[in-house]
T-cell receptor
């Protein structure tokens, strides 16, 4: 069982809707990530938070807005999405304050399946 | 730009046969990780390799990191149906902060 919890597991939204994906971990990890994965493709990094501050934004469109309210929570706010944004959105976390830099193990949640209609 | 390629893209094997996937980077990596993703599931960490020429084993799985730290391989001996899934490598550069996932190899094991 994963220790990174994502909700909802499935989400269908219209192009004018505003919705949020939520992620929670209680492992004391200080780095958290959002990845996007299309079918039969590898995960693509979107955002990295380190110590609750945004450290990496992989040129993600502004219709995706991340938020890290505290060290255990990570949200992804969605607005005015396009059908091509339909994908599996994976949250992940790693231990160190600079998990990406040190190569710590990345723990993935089970993902949120997003369909934009 | 940085690319991490894996070959083959797909592999079908009879149960009991061996399987190998290869990961190749266009630039030198500081370390590399391997993940397994079952159909409909999420990536699960398998192992991390850091040293040039490093070899690690986990039961029937053998992981290697090339001497030049530009390639890596995962070898499964005597595959089982539980090995089905997509295997991803993920490499990190010395400069820059993120891991780049490889293109993945989808393994099908025929009983």
């Amino acid at each position: 069982d994963t220790e990174v919890t994502q909700t909802p597991k499935h989400l269908v939204m219209g192009m004018t809707n505003k919705k949020s994906l939520k992620c929670e971990q209680h492992m004391g990890h200080r780095a958290m990530y959002w990845y996007k994965q299309k079918a039969k493709k590898p995960p693509e990094l979107m955002f990295v938070y380190s110590y609750e501050k945004l450290s990496i934004n992989e040129s993600v469109p502004s219709r995706f807005s991340p938020e890290c309210p505290n060290s255990s929570l990570l949200n992804l706010h969605l607005h005015a999405l396009q059908p091509e944004d339909s994908a599996l959105y994976l949250c992940a976390s790693s231990q160190g304050p600079q998990g990406v830099y040190s190569g710590n193990t990345i723990y993935f949640g089970e993902g949120s399946w997003l369909t934009v209609v | 730009g940085q690319q991490v390629m894996q070959i083959p893209q797909y592999q079908h094997v009879q149960e009991g046969e061996d399987f190998t996937t290869y990961c190749n980077s266009s630039t030198t990596l500081s370390n590399i990780q391997w993940y397994k993703q079952r159909p409909g599931g999420h990536p699960v960490f398998l192992i991390q390799l850091v040293k040039s020429g490093e070899v690690k084993k986990q039961k029937r799985l053998t992981f290697q990191f090339g001497e030049a730290k530009k390639n890596s391989s995962l070898h499964i001996t005597a595959t089982q149906t539980t090995d089905v899934g997509t295997y991803f490598c993920a490499g990190r550069l010395y400069t820059g902060n993120q891991f780049y996932f490889g293109t993945g190899t989808s393994l099908t094991v025929i009983p």
